[in-house]
């Protein structure tokens, strides 16, 4: 449940306040105090005062992440699927508020990545029906009790 809870939380906490963001705002702020003392180029300035870029393949990846994660451990434990719907409005907001202010937008990517997504989310039915099957034989091949010691012992 932990690492439910990272992936569908921390995720979206570490992408507003990227370490990389945080250091090219402060190198933004010295530069607009150094004022006409500034010794950069103006290369080096425009570099600098550009902001990051909005990676669209990350994003789908921690979504397809998501997925997986959830289905995978869906027949264990059922409110994971609040979690991970929780988890998935919050990293929206996330990258909403992100893309708005602070990222700029990237390059048009074609098709093929939402090719390889949706291809590639057909086959969470594939991986929730061997892991219904996984689950289902480790709780009807033990007792009651050594269900209970098996499954603290998987987690």
Sequence with gaps: MTTWFC???VNPLTNIFSI???ASWIRRRVLIKQGDNCKLTQYDAN???EPPKFRLPDKC??????????VAYLPLFPIGIL?????AIAHFFADRLLFARIL????KMGTKLSLIFMQSSE???F?????ILVYYRRLMSTSPLNLWKSLIKFY
Excluded: P
């Excluded at 990846?61 to 959830?70: C, V």
């Excluded at 979690?83 to 988890?87: A, K, M, V």
């Design 7 to 9: 992936i569908a939380f």
């Design 20 to 22: 990389l963001n945080i």
């Design 47 to 49: 570099r600098a005062f």
């Design 61 to 70: 990846a921690y979504n397809l992440l998501m997925l997986f994660y959830t």
């Design 83 to 87: 979690i991970s719907i929780t988890g």
């Design 104 to 107: 700029k937008k990237s390059k």
């Design 123 to 125: 086959f969470a039915v």
């Design 127 to 131: 991986i929730y029906c061997v892991f």
